[in-house]
């Protein structure tokens, strides 16, 4: 089985594969020092889980841990779409898609004052956001 586990604090992705789902899952979690989110669990072999790393390759952070890009997140997106959710899961999926889209309309407002400021997003980030000025 091929499983997609999410860092809460982080965001980062694990991709991972196991024989025994419930057993990864138990040492991640003990192992992590953040809570983890499981997004998915497909069928898969250790060739598809390899593959999945080079199709994600752009994405690594280190190992088998991948920040939450945007092909990576539409891809697992997909998964979990094609098949029937339970209400938890829907309650689950809504909510996701709900604070996906808050978190795009809160870079597209930084995008937009950053440039209305003529700076870039990471300057505009540190003078306006991090160490606003005593004024």
């Keep these: 089985m091929i499983y997609f ?3 809460q604090r982080s965001g980062l992705i694990k991709i991972g594969y196991s024989t ?3 057993a990864r899952l138990r040492t991640l979690r003990t192992a992590s020092p953040e809570p983890l989110e499981v997004l998915a669990i497909v069928e898969g072999t250790k060739d598809d889980e390899r593959a999945l790393h080079e199709r994600f ?4 952070s280190h190992g ?3 920040h939450p890009r945007r092909r990576l997140l539409e891809h697992v997106e997909s998964l ?3 098949r029937p959710a339970t209400g938890a899961e829907f309650a689950a999926r809504r909510r996701r898609r709900r604070l996906q889209e808050i978190e795009r309309t809160r870079i597209n407002t930084v ?5 209305e400021a ?8 540190h003078s ?6 005593d004024s």
């Design 111 to 115: 995008r937009a004052a950053a440039e």
């Design 5 to 7: 586990v999410q860092g």
């Design 128 to 133: 306006r956001i991090l160490a606003p000025s």
């Design 64 to 66: 088998e841990w991948f």
């Design 80 to 82: 979990v779409e094609s």
């Design 118 to 125: 003529g700076m870039n997003v990471h300057d505009f980030i």
């Design 20 to 22: 025994s789902i419930k």
């Design 57 to 60: 390759r752009f994405a690594r």
